[in-house]
């Protein structure tokens, strides 16, 4: 007669564990988390460096990753002339994916669908290239 045997909590925890740390690895680090990417992923982000460039209070470019998938994308452009300020928002929804084993993210939004290499990915940083080599970097609201 043979015994059924079930996995230990341990055995299960230490499965979850290594799962976790074998896929949070990006270019840039860090190579072991805690978080899934998803958990790190998910939230409201200040874009603060585009093409390699600070973004300062002329320009603002938010990005929300929901949960479900769902995207929303914030641009604020603020400039004067001639003394006059003005000031124009948009928002734009769209949704976002993984790719690539969770190497790449696509984003679409407005119609067109854009593809971001994640170089880091922590619970308050993501740096990614977009498709023109463009580099992003974000924190964490």
């Known amino acids: 007669m043979k015994l059924k045997s079930n996995p230990s ?21 860090p190579k072991i988390s805690l978080k899934s990417k998803n958990a790190r992923l998910i939230g409201e982000w200040d874009v603060t460096q585009l093409a390699g460039q600070n973004l300062n209070n002329e320009i603002k470019v938010d990005m929300e990753f929901e949960k479900d998938g769902d995207l929303e994308l914030n641009v604020e452009y603020t400039y004067t002339y001639y003394g006059q300020t003005y000031s124009y928002s ?52």
């Open 90 to 141: 948009y928002t734009y929804n769209g949704t976002w994916e993984w790719e690539d084993g969770k190497e790449t993210l696509e984003l679409e939004w407005g119609g067109d669908t854009y593809e971001y290499e994640v170089k880091r990915l922590t619970s308050k940083e993501l740096w990614m290239d977009d498709e023109d080599g463009e580099e992003w970097e974000l924190e964490k609201k």
């Open 9 to 29: 909590i341990a055995t299960i925890a230490s499965a979850v564990i290594l799962f976790n740390f074998s896929s949070c690895g990006y270019e840039e680090g």
